[in-house]
């Protein structure tokens, strides 16, 4: 059987490997810790849970959703006025099936095959993918941790900004867990008008930031709207990831054309996750602050902790990663993480997975309470893989 050339551009090698190692150790009775995807281990409110139900019991919400309510938009521009400062209309605002679904799909809507984009290195998977749906050609940027982590466009080659038709940036950042200031955001919002590039903002962690960092929405910034536009998820901050919630956000012109775009191969987000969406934008925010203080505790537990034992970890400054430099003695990033999978029980991602810059790097997800982060310190330090 034939299959298109674009299948050979994708692998699932790293994951699938540790995935079918971390199964193995299971099934010979080891335990295993696993940090490996951002799942979060809390749970939703119950009112999300209610609404969600209450809705399923109406034949009418099971049909094809092929709009957004307005009742949804209503509070969504309540939410974001109230949250962000960032004033929106109903045309500003779509749905999408999360914010990987849309990012997947964007590099369709704003370049044409051949065309150049600019991505982050390391960065998210979804941002490549997209890339590669569109066949475009992609140029990364360096994310360095002796910059924070934050993006120097302004370092690039003009050539290089006259020529991509968009650019990715994804604060808090996953993964390296870095965050951006509003200055160094401006930088990049003028280059855009300089040059004529268009910003795809990833806002999916903008509720898990630490250490008094400021959280804030692209769009809130001047010109914003002129250049650019924005994914912003629910499924972190109100712990919904399998329902999907997200939403993008920018100019009347282009999120009617991304609607219609999806509307060739979606018929919308279901009516009973619209209302659950609802009743999330009503949950007490003192639950998300309690919630994101929980996730600095185990931050300062993971990297402190490890860097007690030896391993210097830097704290990371938001999201509910950790992106810790391997032990110099290890070439690269999988075989770490292969080594203390079986060393350890301890599950994480190889930065590698995120880009060549990620090679010395792995990836650990705050998804357990502060006394097993304890115990996973405790069996990395007995295990001697760090001397």
Not at 80 to 94: A, E, G, P, T
Request: charged content about 25%; aromatic content about 12%; hydrophobic content about 40%.
């Amino acid at each position: 059987m034939r299959f298109s050339n674009l299948m050979d551009t994708f692998s699932e090698g790293i994951f699938a490997n540790l995935n079918n190692k971390k199964l193995a150790l299971e099934a010979k009775g080891k335990k295993v810790y696993d940090l490996f995807v951002g799942t979060p281990d809390f749970k939703p409110d119950d009112s999300i849970l209610s609404a969600m139900k209450k809705a399923l019991e109406d034949p009418n919400n099971i049909k094809y959703s092929l709009h957004d309510m307005d009742i949804l938009k209503d509070r969504f521009i309540k939410h974001y006025k109230d949250r962000f400062q960032v004033s929106l209309n109903k045309n500003q605002i779509m749905t999408v099936n999360g914010t990987q679904e849309g990012m997947c799909h964007i590099g369709m809507l704003l370049a044409n095959p051949g065309e150049y984009c600019l991505l982050p290195d390391p960065g998210y998977v979804a941002f490549t993918a997209s890339a590669k749906f569109a066949r475009l050609n992609i140029i990364t940027y360096p994310l360095l941790e002796e910059n924070d982590f934050m993006p120097r466009l302004d370092l690039l080659d003009p050539s290089i900004l006259k020529k991509i038709k968009y650019v990715i940036i994804s604060y808090p950042s996953n993964p390296t867990g870095g965050v951006i200031n509003k200055e160094r955001y401006i930088e990049i919002i003028e280059l855009a008008r300089k040059y004529g590039f268009i910003i795809v903002n990833d806002n999916a962690y903008s509720d898990i930031i630490f250490d008094q960092n400021e959280s804030f929405s692209f769009l809130s910034l001047p010109h914003a709207f002129e250049v650019g536009c924005e994914f912003y998820s629910l499924s972190k901050s109100y712990n919904t990831t399998g329902a999907r919630i997200s939403f993008f956000l920018g100019s009347e012109e282009i999120v009617s054309k991304f609607n219609t775009l999806r509307s060739q191969y979606d018929f919308g987000m279901f009516y009973p996750i619209q209302y659950a969406a609802i009743q999330a934008l009503d949950v007490d925010k003192n639950i998300i602050e309690a919630q994101r203080k929980e996730y600095e505790l185990r931050r300062n537990t993971l990297c402190d902790g490890l860097s007690s034992i030896g391993w210097k970890v830097n704290r990371s400054k938001g999201t509910m990663f950790v992106f810790a430099k391997i032990p110099d003695k290890y070439a690269d990033s999988l075989e770490f993480a292969e080594d203390l999978l079986e060393k350890t029980g301890v599950l994480c991602t190889p930065g590698s997975a995120f880009g060549t810059l990620g090679k010395k790097y792995v990836r650990f997800a705050l998804v357990k309470p502060v006394e097993e982060l304890q115990e996973i310190i405790r069996i990395i330090d007995e295990s001697g893989i760090l001397k």
